[in-house]
């Protein structure tokens, strides 16, 4: 119900500004920044975009996707669908920020697991080594990598820092052979406990920022969220159809 109620207030508003005069995104810009910084100074939109609603721009403000009228009085929290596509509105730029912030993490961060031909789609994998989907889901690394997926573990133990999954990612991270390591991790064998510099504190932090919770969580290289253990076959076709 509330997304029906946040799509009424949305339509009502784009009508309102259907008649008028098509505005100059900069102007719209200014005019919504200076409306956020009567709430508070620090608030300035990372982006400002049209939509397909006449007189409503999706903006970006330390993360966190909103929409506003072009005149800056109206501030709409929630998405929108477009029953079209079925996709949300803000489901591209979404997109953007989390391969933005996967390639700021860089993928020397990560478990890298590469097929040996050509690479045909690549996917980042937020894991735990604890949880049983996760576990399914590696036990099928080789179709992955015969279909030519190439998946980036970055490591996700959603039990917290100084737990025992935090410590078995710590060791997985600071092994000679990190794949092996992962390897023998996921298959429940018992591993000798390891400690160098690691960023898996860091990866929980990541996860918290993408608003991911849950483990598996695939990322598509466009942004493309997948939740939970998708088979080697699905996933295939989930790729090739974006």
Not at 154 to 183: E, H, I, L
Not at 191 to 204: F, G, H, K, T, Y
Request: proline share 4%; with cysteine.
């Amino acid at each position: 119900m509330s997304r029906l109620i946040v799509l009424t207030v949305m339509l009502a508003l784009a009508s309102a500004f259907q008649g008028a005069v098509a505005d100059d995104l900069d102007a719209v810009t200014e005019r919504i920044t200076e409306r956020l910084q009567t709430m508070d100074p620090d608030l300035v939109p990372d982006r400002v975009e049209e939509t397909p609603l006449d007189g409503i721009y999706l903006i970006v403000v330390q993360g966190q996707v909103a929409y506003m009228s072009a005149d800056g009085r109206y501030l709409i929290q929630g998405d929108v669908m477009d029953l079209d596509s079925r996709r949300a509105l803000s489901d591209a730029v979404q997109g953007d920020m989390r391969r933005d912030q996967l390639e700021e993490h860089g993928e020397g961060n990560m478990v890298v697991y590469s097929p040996e031909g050509d690479v045909r789609h690549s996917v980042t994998v937020f894991t735990d080594i604890d949880c049983p989907y996760c576990r399914q889901m590696h036990a099928r690394m080789d179709e992955y990598l015969d279909k030519g997926i190439e998946i980036r573990y970055v490591q996700m133990p959603r039990a917290g820092v100084d737990t025992g999954s935090y410590r078995k990612a710590v060791s997985v991270w600071c092994a000679d052979d990190r794949n092996a390591a992962m390897d023998r991790a996921k298959a429940g064998e018992s591993m000798e406990q390891r400690e160098c510099d690691n960023p898996v504190a860091d990866q929980l932090d990541l996860a918290r920022s993408l608003g991911i919770n849950a483990t598996p969580t695939i990322v598509a290289e466009d942004g493309t969220v997948f939740q939970g253990m998708v088979s080697p076959d699905d996933l295939q076709g989930r790729l090739e159809d974006l």
